[in-house]
Nanobody
């Protein structure tokens, strides 16, 4: 069992910054992938950024250069530093966890989401 707890969402003006955190607890495996997806009103959920246990990252072009993903394996936490926020970044941000056993997906867990609102 894996549980995710997200925090850091809120209201910020355009150009401002926020830092999201996601803490994973439970049966964390050595090989896993964690990251953030977001869903704006009326739009599909989209990938923002992911990071593997070895530090490999994947970041969406729409946020590249503005958002940075990182993790602290000792605490099983992943962070998303969001700078130069734009109104179009407004969305519910969801933390996601996947782990793998023998090269195959074992678990997929989603957090409840944290709302980020960027005012113009």
């Amino acid at each position: 069992q894996v549980q995710l707890v997200e925090s850091g969402g809120g209201l910020v003006q355009a150009g401002g910054s926020l830092r999201l955190s996601c803490a994973a607890s439970g049966s964390i495996t050595n090989i896993n992938n964690m990251g953030w997806h977001r869903q704006a009103p009326g739009k599909q959920r989209e990938l923002v950024a992911t990071i593997r246990e070895n530090g490999y990252t994947n970041v969406a072009d729409s946020v590249k250069g503005r958002f940075t993903i990182s993790r602290e394996n000792g605490k099983n936490e992943v962070y998303l530093q969001m700078n130069s926020l734009k109104p179009e970044d407004t969305a519910v941000y969801y933390c996601k966890y996947n782990d793998y056993v023998r090269g195959k997906v074992n678990l997929e867990v989603w957090g409840q989401g944290t709302l980020v609102t960027v005012s113009a």
